[in-house]
């Protein structure tokens, strides 16, 4: 079953800790990629001076503003895709960066871990950005096997160092000794 929309509508934090366990589906030229989220970061709106909206609305940063359970699709470096959903009501500019997955079906060649290896392997580009989560779009998520919150490790972001105190937050969470984890491994 595909979340709705009502999934998306408690804010970053919540909903990234919730993601955990969770399925995304992506739709590609072979089929559908049906991989476990065991990684998320969540970025809490103008105040956390890692989020984009930090610095107010912008072109670039628009769908945050707008309802949620739509896709945020941004490009950093000029050459990585990075995948994030939209999370809080309308006007309340939250979303959660999908960093790492776990294939339900093992493929070799098809890297999952990583925000942008993450993306470049499923095909996920800013061609996405502002597509419906809980609707037609070639990216949703399902259901999926609950974890228990005891099996969710919350750590510092990753690549924050300019935030100031917000580099510090607790807001990435991961799936406690999965080997799909990106970046530094969680206690």
């Known amino acids: 079953m595909i979340l709705p929309r009502s999934f998306y509508e408690r804010g970053a934090e919540p909903v990234a800790k919730d993601l955990i366990g969770r399925i995304l589906c992506v739709d590609g030229p072979s089929g559908v990629v049906r991989a476990r989220i065991v990684e998320t970061e969540a970025y809490v709106g103008i105040q956390d001076l890692a989020c984009h909206a930090s610095k107010g609305r912008t072109a670039r940063n628009d769908v945050m503003f707008g309802p949620p359970g739509h896709v945020y699709v941004y490009l950093v470096y000029g050459m990585h895709h990075m995948l994030n959903l939209v999370t809080a009501p309308e006007g309340e500019p939250e979303a959660v960066l999908i960093r790492a997955l ?57 690549g924050v160092d300019y935030a100031g105190e917000w580099k510090d937050a607790p807001l990435r969470f991961c799936l406690r000794g999965n080997r799909h984890v990106s970046g530094r491994k969680p206690p």
Not at 132 to 152: A, F, K, M, Q, S
């Open 102 to 158: 776990e294939p339900l079906v093992p493929e070799p060649g098809i890297p999952l871990r990583g925000p942008g290896v993450l993306c470049r392997s499923l095909g996920i580009t800013r061609t996405e950005n502002g597509s419906d989560l809980c609707g037609t779009g070639r990216i949703r998520v399902e259901n999926g096997t609950p974890v228990p919150p005891e099996d969710i490790v919350a750590t510092p972001r990753i």
